[in-house]
C-alpha cells in the first residue's frame, strides 16, 4: 500500500513538474507572440496551466496532511470495527456541450451596433484532474456555442463534483495581461473550491510577497488579451444520463461589464459515467450451475461475472474468442443471493443461490464452487456488485457508451495563419534592432528552448 502511495504521489509530482515547464514554455510564448490569436492561445494555456499548478499542489498538500493524520492516529492492528466498503472508481465523459446565446433583437435579426467578438474556451475539473476545451471565436452571427470536444476523466467516484467555468476574452478590449501572478492565483483558486487549495494560495501570497515566488514565476509585462470568468455550474452523479441533457448556468458577468456575453443561462451537454464493474470482470472461475428442475449434477462452466450479468461459457477460451454463452444469470439491484454456510461437513457442495424475480415466476440458480475459498470469492465480488450498484445508481442499469477523446489537434487560426513555432524554426534569424527582433529571440540557447517548449505545447494538446 505505500509502495502504491508512494508511486501515486511521484507521478503527481511529476505532472506538477511538467505543468512548471509548460508554463515557462507559454509565458515565453505570449512575449514573443506577434498575431492576436497567437497571443489568446497563449494567454489561455498560461491560465490552465497555473489552474493544474494550483490543483496538483493542493491534492499534494492534502495527501501530505493525511499521511500525518494516519501516523498520529491509530494503527490499522488496533481493535476497532472494520474499514468501510469503497465503490469502485469509474470513467466520466461530457460530450456535446451546447451554451446557448440571447442576444437582442437589434444585434441579431436587425444586425446593426458593434460586432463584437469574443474568444471562449471552458475549463473542466474533476478531483485534481483539469482539462480545457478549445478556444472558440464568438459573434451575434452565432446562436450557440459549440465545442467540439469530448472531454474523459478517468479516475471518477459516485461522489464525482464536474466544475465546468467558461471564460471569454473581449477583442475589443486592450488591457495589461489577465495572468499577473497573484490577481490569476486568486481567481483560479478560487475555482478549486477546497480548504487545501486556499491554503496554497495563501502560501503563494508569502513567498511571492518578495517577488520570488516559486510557482507563479513572473509574467512578460507586455499587453495581451485579458480572460474573464463568465459562468460556471458543477455537475454530480444526478446529472448523468445516456441522453443531451440542459443544465443551469451561474452568470458571472453582467451587461455593464466590459466583458459581458449575452448567455442565456444554460448548458446543454451530454454527460455519461461508465463504472469500472459495468466494463471489467469482477470475478471469474469454474463453477457448476443446476436450474430449478434440472438433473442434481447441474453443468460445469466457466463464469464471469462483469456489469449485471453472470456469463457462463462452456470453456474458458470461448470468452476470449467472442463465443457466445451458453447461458447468462442476470444479477440487478432486485436479485436475492444467499451463500450456503462456510462450516458445512466435509464432502458437502459449496452452494450460492440467485434468485430473480419475473412477474410471478422466480428464476433460482444453485452455483456450487470448488473449495470454501472460491465460495467466499464469489460471494465478495457479488456484494461490493450489490453495493457499487447502490453507489452509481442509475450508471449500473445498462452500460452507457463512451467515446475515447480524439488527440487534440492545432488550433485552427494558428495553423491558417502560421504558427509561431513554425515561424521561429523556418524563418531566418534577424539583426539586433531590426525588425522582427520582437519574434525572433537572438540567443540561441534561449531559442532553442522554446522552439522545443512550443513543440511540446502542440503535441500535448
Known amino acids: 500500500m505505500d509502495r502504491a502511495r508512494e508511486g501515486s504521489d511521484t507521478e503527481l509530482q511529476r505532472k506538477l513538474d511538467h505543468e512548471i515547464r509548460m508554463r515557462e514554455g507559454a509565458c515565453k510564448l505570449l512575449a514573443a507572440c506577434s498575431q492576436r490569436e497567437q497571443a489568446l492561445e497563449a494567454t489561455k494555456s498560461l491560465l490552465v496551466c497555473n489552474s493544474r499548478i494550483l490543483s496538483y499542489m493542493g491534492e499534494l498538500q492534502r495527501r501530505k496532511e493525511a499521511q500525518v493524520l494516519g501516523k498520529t492516529g491509530r494503527r490499522p492492528s488496533d481493535t476497532g470495527p472494520p474499514s468501510e466498503r469503497s465503490p469502485c472508481r469509474g470513467r466520466v465523459c461530457i460530450s456535446d456541450l451546447r451554451i446557448p446565446l440571447m442576444w437582442k433583437d437589434t444585434e441579431y435579426f436587425k444586425n446593426k451596433g458593434d460586432l463584437h467578438r469574443w474568444a471562449v474556451f471552458l475549463l473542466l475539473q474533476l478531483g485534481e484532474e483539469i482539462q480545457d476545451t478549445e478556444m472558440i471565436l464568438v459573434d451575434r452571427t452565432l446562436t450557440d456555442i459549440s465545442f467540439q470536444n469530448n472531454v474523459l476523466f478517468t479516475e471518477a467516484g459516485p461522489d464525482f463534483e464536474l466544475r465546468l467555468e467558461l471564460y471569454g476574452a473581449c477583442l475589443e478590449e486592450e488591457g495589461a495581461l489577465a495572468g499577473a501572478p497573484k490577481r490569476l492565483a486568486t481567481k483560479l ?199 457499487d450498484m447502490s453507489q452509481w445508481k442509475q450508471c449500473c442499469d445498462e452500460i452507457m457508451k463512451i467515446e475515447t477523446p480524439a488527440p487534440r489537434k492545432p488550433p485552427q487560426a494558428l495553423a491558417k495563419q502560421g504558427s509561431l513555432y513554425h515561424e521561429m524554426v523556418l524563418s531566418e534569424p534577424v539583426a539586433p534592432g531590426g525588425p522582427g527582433e520582437g519574434l525572433l529571440l537572438q540567443d540561441n540557447a534561449i531559442s532553442a528552448e522554446i522552439q522545443a517548449l512550443l513543440s511540446s505545447y502542440y503535441s500535448d494538446r
Not at 458543477?234 to 456575453?261: I, K, M, Y
Open 189 to 387: 483558486s478560487s475555482s478549486l473550491g477546497r480548504s487545501s487549495g486556499r491554503r496554497v494560495r495563501a502560501s503563494m501570497d508569502s513567498a511571492g510577497g518578495s517577488g520570488s515566488s516559486p510557482i507563479l514565476l513572473p509574467t512578460p509585462a507586455v499587453g495581451g488579451p485579458r480572460y474573464h470568468l463568465l459562468a460556471h455550474t458543477t455537475l454530480t452523479l444526478a446529472a448523468v444520463q445516456d441522453g443531451f441533457r440542459t443544465h443551469d448556468l451561474t452568470l458571472a458577468s453582467h451587461e455593464e461589464n466590459p466583458a459581458w456575453l449575452p448567455l442565456y443561462g444554460s448548458v446543454c451537454c451530454r454527460l455519461a459515467a461508465q463504472p469500472l464493474c459495468m466494463s471489467q470482470p469482477t470475478a471469474s472461475g469454474t463453477l457448476r450451475v443446476q436450474q430449478a428442475g434440472e438433473l442434481r449434477n447441474g453443468t460445469q462452466v466457466h463464469g464471469i461475472l462483469k456489469g449485471t450479468n453472470l456469463f457462463c461459457y462452456r470453456r474458458p477460451e470461448d470468452a476470449d474468442t467472442g463465443e457466445e454463452p451458453l447461458f447468462t444469470i442476470v444479477i440487478n439491484k432486485d436479485t436475492r443471493v444467499r451463500a450456503g454456510e462456510l462450516d458445512q461437513a466435509p464432502g458437502r457442495p459449496f452452494t450460492l443461490s440467485i434468485s430473480n424475480q419475473y412477474g410471478d415466476d422466480e428464476v433460482m440458480h444453485t452455483l456450487q464452487t470448488e473449495s470454501r475459498e472460491a465460495l467466499q470469492s464469489w460471494k465478495e465480488a457479488l456484494w461490493q456488485l450489490f453495493f
